[in-house]
DNA sequence: TCATAAGCGAGACGGTACGTCTTGTCTTGGG
DNA sequence: CCCAAGACAAGACGTACCGTCTCGCTTATGA
């Protein structure tokens, strides 16, 4: 992520990159992904192109910068621990409902869909992206699925040898497919049915 | 003078379709996808770009072609009825594992890792190709898994309740998921690990 | 004057061409030579850029050819044999004060002035443009004093170990470098001058 | 606040100043006119864009002042009254060969011609320098033709009506253009000829 | 049998965007 | 308050592809 010959960072305009980002989350929005492009968040963000070449190195690479920002946010506007934890009312299968009701709204929503996606999608054919999307987007959500998941098993409501990095994909994986790839619909009941299964297995009990 | 819209079928060069699924597929696999150019596989493929234009209304268009051409290709080379079959042992969780093993080994075949992940990729970004890449390429591979559940159903050993398409995303869904997005490793053990947890879920028994 | 790959001039499309001529005659005169610019010349032709750096490798190759069709142009229209003669009434002085005038009124006629100035520049300082420049638009000129002078020779109005080509400079250089680097003012008195001085001296007869 | 209308001159750093000089003329040498940027001056001279902005209003008038600095101390070396001075031994031919075989070597001593021609060349396209140019640089040479002319008028060698001004022309100029316009070679020959030439004309005597 | 109309290779065309370079202005921190 | 350093908005550079458009050249009927 470092450009050529290393930048003053401390000069960095913090208008500019406010408005770089503002402008590539809007026309990501307005004309999608590929049309989307270097040339034109420059033009909209009232900025040079050298500008945004010099402190970042690709447009996904914006983008993913962007998002993130993006996301922060929305964290902070939520209030400080209240957001992004998954709720312990004792019972494992209604927490994990309750949280997933949640995803399904917001990956509907579409101030997050359309970068969200756009990302998804470039760090599936760009290996670099990808493992840096997975680890400043995915990872932290994930982690809580794992805390979940070890608190359920300190109470006895998941069995112990239970891998929990490989069993909170039960549930998230799915989803996470049906929304990428268009595989199938995704509904509250959809999920409800993921959090079933997963935690009795579709064999007879 | 209509050129565009009905090109006549029947004149179609054989040999120009088949340099173009060629070199489609040598570029995306030696420069990766977004540097796979229409120029670059009209000229590597001794055709003009006219051509390609005529057949192809886009470079995801020809690159699903070719990959559904090679798909079909495999399939003729590895026998009538043999391959893409889900053995049935009587017993799902065996048969289960092994396919899911052909599988891994598939995904790490770098003749179809590469365009198959280009396409993955276009296809999230690009809905209607996204639609396309599931209904040609993933729907047929799901659907034996539809029909195994279902004779598991019939065999008592999986729930009657339960529903076959959603069920089998409990251990496709993480399989693909890790692969598209890295979000983790890909080996035997771990797809083993999903079947157990998939038919006898996480909680205690 | 060759490009890279040597693109197929049997297809050259004429219409560009003309476009490309027009633009950037039309430029040079409203902005300047600097000013002008190949992304200004093609947007006013109506062009893509590619197609002025497939048949041109620079802004001074475009105006040079430019202004050579302009000048061909004006020969053309200005009858067959008729103009770009000097006339020979017997009388060297008259015939060459009288060509002089001609120079003078075209010298400040602001259609050849600017390209003219503009491409004499760019030759100053790019040789090989400078020695196009004098081989296709000075040297015909010259060509024709030379001529006048031999036939002056003939009729013992010049003197016989004169060499026509340094004579002609007489007259020819002065007018030009005052114009060029405005070393003085330009009038008909002042080449009639020029005239006396080149044909007498200037020393006591 | 206003920065750019009144710099302190009496602050100005001599060693910039030199060290632009330096680099200007350097680079011009080096790489040609065209190729010399104000960018690369100051990373040459060591030296903030802004110094050269604050002091220069261009990259012509950056090379002009480093020229004419070039030329100053060129004289000053050369000693006091001895140099562009054009001698009077009385005749008026002999002076004048003797002082343009000088000249036809400084014209091809590398040190001045880059330079000299970049600064001609931009002269004659951009009208403002150029009369800078012409005044700084060539009037004062000029002056000196001017003055021995009128030596020789006073001396009975050259014809009172004649104008100095322009008589000068009929040696200089052919030289000039020659060189400036690639026009034809330059040799002791060729300016021997040209004084002959202006004496005595090229009528039969 | 032979014109005739299609597909074809080639590649010029009008465009858009790329990533780089330079301009001239502005800002920061050091002396 | 000059200076070195360099970020900034602006915009031209020359290149790469896009998708459309002609050009001649097979080639394969169907009149």
Redesign the pocket.
């Known amino acids: 992520m470092a450009t050529?010959p290393t930048?003053?960072a401390?000069?960095?305009?913090e208008?500019?990159r406010r408005?770089i980002y503002d402008a590539a989350l809007a026309l990501v929005g307005e004309v999608g992904y590929p049309?989307t492009?270097?040339?034109?968040i420059a033009a909209r963000a009232?900025?040079?192109?050298?500008?945004i070449?010099?402190?970042w190195s690709?447009?996904a690479d914006v983008l993913l910068e962007a998002f993130l920002d993006l996301s922060e946010q929305a964290s902070r506007d939520a209030g400080p621990e209240y957001e992004f934890a998954i709720p312990d009312t004792g019972d494992l299968a209604t927490d994990l409902k309750a949280v997933l009701r949640l995803t399904v709204d917001q990956l509907k929503d579409p101030r997050f869909e359309i970068p969200s996606r756009a990302l998804a999608a470039e760090g599936v054919v760009n290996e670099q992206l990808g493992r840096v999307f997975m680890t400043k987007l995915l990872e932290p959500s994930l982690l809580l699925y794992v805390d979940r998941v070890r608190a359920a098993q300190a109470a006895g409501q998941v069995r112990q040898e239970v891998d929990p990095r490989i069993a909170l994909e039960l549930w998230v994986s799915p989803l996470a497919q049906r929304w990428l790839q268009y595989t199938g619909p995704i509904s509250y009941e959809y999920t409800d049915t993921l959090v079933d299964y997963a935690l009795h297995g579709i064999a007879p009990r």
């Open positions: 050529q930048p003053d401390s000069r960095r305009s208008k500019s408005a049309r492009t270097i040339e034109g009232g900025v040079g192109k050298q500008t070449y010099r402190w690709s447009k």
